[in-house]
């Protein structure tokens, strides 16, 4: 099998970028592709998961919505409900789980991915006990929501690099009360290029899912 690859697919509308995961998802079930990690900003959304009451962690009104530009799009990942906009870097994984079969490893291992990457910029990051996803302490700086269909990996994270972090003020982000969100940027004290970050995952990336390649 070839090389895991990596396609940056620039700006997209959720509702796009869920149909060229699904069209991607079949490409990687039928030998089409090799392992993928797709990197998106996509336009401000909120996005509900499967997980039972999630809609009702949305709090903003239309006006906050209409305000900000914000649409609401129910999906078919895992999880609870969460935003995506531009400085937010969204992951998409595309991967071969018919050995392991085990979707949880899947979510520990990309957990680990995005504490290398954020631990390369000096800051201390790990999880939360009961938690998905990535944290300073109760500030949340990753989302990790993933599922799959036949053994093959879709969704992924979302590392929040610039990220306007007043939009989540319109949801209960991830379900959670007892944490707030954060960015590479407010920890940092100044700006980070988007690209460098990207770099860096795709660095992490190509050295944890290669060795069936």
């Known amino acids: 099998m070839p090389k895991p690859v990596i396609e940056n697919w620039g700006r997209t509308a959720y509702k796009e970028a869920l149909e060229r995961q699904l069209l991607t998802l079949q490409e990687?079930?039928?030998?089409?592709?090799?392992?993928?990690l797709a990197f998106t900003e996509h336009n401000p959304v909120f996005t509900v998961g499967k997980r039972r009451d999630a809609a009702q962690h949305l709090i903003a009104d239309s006006s906050f919505l209409s305000a900000n530009g914000i649409e609401v799009v129910e999906t078919n990942r895992g999880g609870d409900i969460t935003y995506h906009g531009p400085g937010q870097i969204t992951g998409y994984l595309?991967?071969?789980?018919?050995?392991?079969?085990?979707?949880?490893?899947?979510?520990?291992?990309?957990?680990?991915?995005?504490?290398?990457v954020v631990a390369s910029y000096g800051l201390t990051?790990?999880?939360?006990?009961?938690?998905?996803?990535?944290?300073?302490?109760?500030?949340?700086?990753?989302?990790?929501?993933?599922?799959?269909?036949?053994?093959?990996?879709?969704?992924?994270?979302?590392?929040?690099?610039?990220?306007?972090?007043?939009?989540f003020d319109g949801i209960v982000p991830c379900g959670i009360t007892n944490g707030t969100v954060t960015s590479l940027e407010k920890e940092l004290g100044q700006s980070v290029a988007i690209e460098e970050v990207m770099d860096r995952?795709?660095?992490?990336?190509?050295?944890?899912f290669t060795i069936n390649s």
């Not at 990687?28 to 993928?36: I, L, S, V």
């Not at 595309?94 to 995005?114: A, G, K, P």
Request: glycine letters at 8%; hydrophobic letters at 40%.
């Open 125 to 167: 990051c790990g999880r939360r006990d009961g938690m998905t996803g990535v944290w300073l302490e109760e500030r949340k700086i990753a989302a990790i929501g993933m599922a799959a269909r036949h053994w093959i990996s879709f969704h992924g994270f979302a590392l929040n690099v610039s990220t306007n972090l007043s939009h």
């Open 201 to 208: 995952i795709s660095t992490e990336f190509r050295n944890r």
């Open 28 to 36: 990687r079930r039928e030998g089409a592709r090799p392992d993928t």
């Open 94 to 116: 595309f991967l071969d789980l018919s050995v392991t079969r085990d979707l949880h490893l899947l979510l520990r291992q990309v957990e680990d991915m995005i504490i290398a």
